[in-house]
């Protein structure tokens, strides 16, 4: 039974490039949450994604958008980097919007931004 | 503000033994609490998770955390640490759907 995946596991960027991070969830689970992790810090939510809309936002600008596709798995977006947008990226998935509590964490994507 | 604190940023044990990882929330009512930790480069795992009823929560790799009301504390514990439990440790708060973490607690381990 494969777990959270994500692609890529590592990314380099320059000042006001855009990225694309994708995820797939475990089997079974229909709901995406992002999260940003900066270095030495906590975990950020950004957003969650459940029947391929966007269900609830944590505090983060517009620049980052995210999608969700009909198998659930689902990209996040990040427009004119930043470089504080470096951080590593994790995807979470669970099933149901409820089911926050049982998230399964993927091992993220580093973003490097020059 | 809702908040989640673990109050120290870093800490040193030597292999063999206790650990305890303190963590404070600041919520209205009780949310479901979780611990979880990270080894360098990696994605987070799963420790123990409270949701109801018993206060004392056993998780894996011998972990175990006690959730207290009244010190709105969810303390992680170990009674022996072995090398290979130094990571990051997260505590982490649900309520309703929004997942928020502490800063985490990097943990070393003496031989």
């Known amino acids: 039974d494969a777990g959270v995946t994500q692609s890529p596991t590592h990314l380099i960027k320059t000042r006001g490039q855009q990225v694309t991070l994708r995820c797939s969830p475990k089997s079974g689970h229909d709901t995406v949450s992002w999260y940003q992790q900066a270095l030495g810090q906590g975990p950020q939510f950004i957003f969650q994604y459940y029947e391929e809309e966007e269900r609830q936002r944590g505090n983060f600008p517009d620049r980052f958008s995210g999608h969700q596709f009909p198998n659930y798995s689902s990209e996040l977006n990040v427009n004119a980097l930043l470089l504080g947008d470096s951080a590593l990226y994790l995807c979470a998935s669970s099933l149901g919007l409820a089911g926050a509590g049982t998230q399964y964490f993927g091992p993220g994507t580093r973003l490097l931004v020059l | 503000a809702q908040s989640v604190t673990q109050p120290d940023i870093h800490i040193t044990v030597s292999e063999g033994a206790s650990l305890e990882l303190r963590c404070n929330y600041s919520y209205g009512a009780t949310p479901y609490l979780f611990w979880y930790v990270q080894s360098p480069g990696q994605g987070l795992q799963l420790l123990l998770k409270?949701?109801?009823?018993?206060?004392l929560v056993q998780g894996i790799k011998g972990f175990e955390a006690e959730f207290k009301r009244s010190q709105s504390s969810f303390n992680l514990r170990k009674p022996s640490v072995h090398w290979s439990d130094a990571a990051e440790y997260f505590c982490a708060v649900v309520e309703v759907q929004d997942m928020r973490f502490g800063a985490g607690t990097r943990l070393t381990v003496k031989p």
């Open positions: 409270y949701f109801s009823g018993d206060t």
